[in-house]
């Protein structure tokens, strides 16, 4: 994890950068119903097959951009556990399911990047909330971006039970047409792109796709006020709990 040390004269772009994302609004973050009916939700074959209404699952996912040797921009991403029922082995970022004791999804993002990489929330600088993302299994997932300016104060710890390695990389590279490959998909007529991102880290290589890859392709395009390099064609119900909190 060199990357966490040297950063010289970076604190100031990175201040920069935090105020200018401050600046940005999400879409009717905070007028998401708590549950969706079939009859509103127009691939409810694929997302709610016991034909009933359902309450939402919720979870938040912590971006931790920092800036690193090079002066560059990067994220922490994590290599989850070969052992975990769900997901076991895939590239993620810091986050998972909202919990009662939780305020909002800051509170979830902060409190799991915690459990899971031994992140003090005290370090980092939450400075936006982004629209959330309607997954096919039902669940609201909530990218939180936060700022770490002391990266040499963070000092990784990987759950044990959770996560098998800790790595970061330039957040630059997700609007890259470099070491990136798309598959498409259909969904209820509708074509979209998946999108996987190869990245080595210390010897190690590591896949960065679908989801995990979807909002850092977003993120990236936010920070670095640019579109990517490559035609995204996002999965169309991801913005389902955005378009349904219009209606």
């Known amino acids: 994890m060199g990357s966490y040390n040297n950063l010289g004269q970076g604190s100031d772009a990175l201040e920069t950068l935090a105020q200018r994302l401050r600046l940005y609004k999400p879409s009717v973050l905070h007028q998401i119903p708590e549950t969706t009916a079939t009859e509103s939700v127009s691939d409810s074959r694929?997302?709610?097959?016991?034909?009933?209404?359902?309450?939402?699952?919720?979870?938040?996912?912590?971006?931790?951009?920092?800036?690193?040797?090079?002066?560059?921009?990067?994220?922490?991403?994590?290599?989850?556990?070969?052992?975990l029922s769900s997901h076991s082995g895939e590239v993620a970022l810091p986050g998972g399911k909202r919990e009662e004791t939780d305020a909002d999804d800051v509170a979830t993002a902060l409190r799991e990047a915690n459990e899971e990489i031994g992140l003090d929330p005290s370090l980092v600088d939450v400075v936006t909330v982004l629209e959330p993302i309607f997954t096919k299994g039902s669940m609201i997932v909530v990218p939180v971006i936060g700022i770490l300016s002391d990266a040499k104060a963070f000092s990784p710890t990987p759950s044990a039970d959770e996560v098998e390695a800790i790595f970061d990389a330039p957040l630059e590279m997700f609007l890259k047409d470099e070491n990136r490959r798309a598959e498409e998909r259909d969904w209820m007529g509708e074509k979209y792109l998946l999108h996987y991102f190869n990245y080595e880290a210390e010897n190690e290589n590591y896949l960065i796709w679908a989801l995990t890859a979807g909002i850092l392709i977003r993120v990236a395009s936010i920070v670095y006020q640019r579109p990517p390099a490559f035609l995204e064609q996002r999965p169309p119900f991801w913005d389902m709990a955005v378009s349904k909190g219009h209606s």
């Open 46 to 83: 694929e997302i709610n097959s016991n034909g009933k209404s359902e309450k939402r699952k919720r979870a938040a996912v912590l971006v931790c951009i920092f800036r690193g040797n090079n002066d560059d921009l990067r994220v922490i991403l994590t290599k989850r556990s070969s052992t």
